[in-house]
């Protein structure tokens, strides 16, 4: 439990959003201006994103320690699209490759006048270590947004499915959503429960086998099944997630063919979820692993407006800690 003193480092004094770290510990109205301006940034219609000019002047510096095409991808796209200049650090042949630490890494870029950093690594709690620090020296104007770190927290990519589920589905109340898969090893997954039990979506459920599902899982507000076809059972969303290879130590399952037969989503196993049931997946796709190819494909499957919609939900991250 946390003491009264305590006090959310991704809000300022005033409770404002200052940094976006993790999903978890924020407000319901929190995540609702975020989807809000989101929206205000897509024309729906034909999934155009405006280009504005609230970050002109401004120095947003991506920072992947860890590799992700999309990811980074997107959130360039999304700082070009609010006017942003966009500096990406080549991780593998920069100082910290040399020997440098994060935080002399961090003091050099501030020194070039950056006033935001969109970080990946793959050490848990490396944006609060950054937070810290920028804090610590007196540059709390520098803003932090946490594309990934560890098996912590993508909070990013759990606010642009919240903002695909609102689009597809409009009120979180009634639905029931199922998050399938390697849930142990997913940050996603995470930030995923957190934002869906803090909109107040009907009921959430885990789906996996027991050796890829975390500890006490089912005191995060979830409701833990074993079997695909017992959790398919009814729900209006499902979550598909990739198999974690590169986080997982020892064999947890017999087979990727295995894995597949029992948890891999099929039209027919889809067919056990509501007839309007949508589809999603954070990508990269195994194809053949977790999701069938005509699954993917098919009419239900709203993977990539969820790419779409990324490139406004981070732009409205960017656009509020800048204070616009």
Known sequence: MRNSTYRNPQLNANGELTHLLSIDGLPREALLRILDTASSFLEVSDRDVKKVPLLRGKSVFNLFFENSTRTRTTFEIAAKRLSADVINLDVARSSTAKGETLLDTIDNLVAMHADMFVVRHASSGAPYLIVDHLHRIGRSDVHVVNAGDGRH?????????????????????????????????????????????????????????????????????????????????????????????????????????????????????????????????????????????????????????????????RMAVMSLLAGN
């Open 153 to 313: 927290a993508h909070p990013t990519q759990g606010l642009l499915d919240m903002y695909t589920i609102r689009h597809y589905k409009k009120d979180f109340s009634n639905l029931t959503v199922a998050i399938v898969g390697d849930i142990l090893h997913s940050r996603v997954a995470r930030s995923d429960i957190y934002a869906l039990n803090t909109l107040g979506a009907g009921e959430v459920r885990a789906i996996g086998p027991q050796t890829l599902l975390p500890t006490a899982i089912d005191k995060m507000g979830v409701r833990v099944f074993n079997t695909l076809q017992e959790g398919l059972k009814g729900c209006d969303v499902i979550i598909m997630l990739r198999l974690q290879n590169e986080r997982m130590n020892g064999a947890l399952l017999p087979s990727a063919r295995e894995y597949f037969k029992h948890y891999g989503l099929t039209p027919e196993t889809l067919a056990l979820a509501k007839p309007e049931a949508i589809v999603m997946h954070p990508g990269p796709m195994n194809r053949g692993v977790e999701i069938d190819s005509e699954v993917a494909d098919g009419s239900q499957a709203v993977i990539l407006p969820q790419v779409t919609f990324g490139i406004a939900v």
